[in-house]
């Protein structure tokens, strides 16, 4: 079954304490992105990766980290939490990186952090 | 820049009523628009897309013209069912872009009660 699959579902954490979560897509994408959902914000890219090794920021970067190691995973790292990332997390993908295509999502990681 | 303007929720219908959600969008290029549906615990599923105007996309008994004159996307369906209970995003990428970023709105709770 083609999915995007994202790790954990549901943290609880303290301020400080790095945490990775993880993002795996079995459709051999090539594109891959990070949002976060805030209640009547939508939903806002934090990075993505066209390929590859190949990684960017997108509106709201400040205190995450990606890497793009293989085509499949695109985990988003917190190096030191803040209680303002306290959100939901949606990995996507697409097949390709041009623009104007649906994307697939995963179900989500909802973030606490206190 | 782009974004996207969606009417805010949530929205209470009865069964077997008529469900129009508005979206307007301004962007830069002529974009893809896209609804997704969230339904509660999931991620975000594609509903539908357009990719030019007077394009209408459809799907589940759902519908959306893309209007260029009036820059709207607005999602309607003649007769709503309690599994339509969920929340709608309207989105935009830019076909030319270089990456396949999503614009979204704000995302609109619709409730369908029996």
């Known amino acids: 079954e083609a999915q995007v699959t994202q790790n954990p579902r549901y943290l609880i954490t303290v301020t400080g304490k790095k945490l990775t979560v993880t993002c795996s897509q079995n459709m051999n994408h090539e594109y891959m992105s990070w949002y976060r959902q805030d209640p009547g914000l939508g939903l806002r890219q934090i990075y993505y990766?066209?390929?590859?090794?190949?990684?960017d920021k997108g509106d709201v970067p400040e205190g995450y980290k990606v890497s793009r190691k293989e085509k499949r995973n695109f985990p988003l790292i917190l190096e030191s939490p803040s209680p303002n990332q306290t959100s939901l997390y949606f990995c996507?993908?697409?097949?390709?990186?041009?623009?104007?295509?649906?994307?697939?999502f995963g179900d989500g990681t909802r973030l606490s952090i206190l | 820049g782009n974004s996207v303007t969606q009417m805010e929720g949530p929205v209470t219908l009865s069964e077997e009523a008529f469900l129009t959600i508005n979206c307007t969008y301004t962007a830069t290029g002529y974009p893809s628009l896209f609804w997704y549906v969230q339904y509660p615990g999931e991620g975000l599923q594609l509903l539908l897309k357009?990719?030019?105007?007077?394009d209408k996309g459809s799907n589940k008994g759902f519908e959306a013209t893309y209007r260029k004159e009036t820059t709207s996307f607005h999602l309607e369906k003649g007769s709503v069912q309690v599994s339509d209970s969920a929340v709608y995003f309207c989105?935009?990428?830019?076909?030319?872009?270089?990456?396949?970023?999503?614009?979204f709105g704000g995302g609109t709770r619709v409730l369908v009660k029996p």
């Open positions: 357009a990719t030019k105007a007077d």
């Open positions: 990766s066209m390929n590859v090794e190949v990684t």
């Open positions: 989105a935009l990428s830019p076909i030319k872009a270089a990456g396949n970023k999503l614009t």
């Open positions: 996507a993908s697409s097949f390709t990186y041009a623009g104007g295509r649906p994307q697939h």
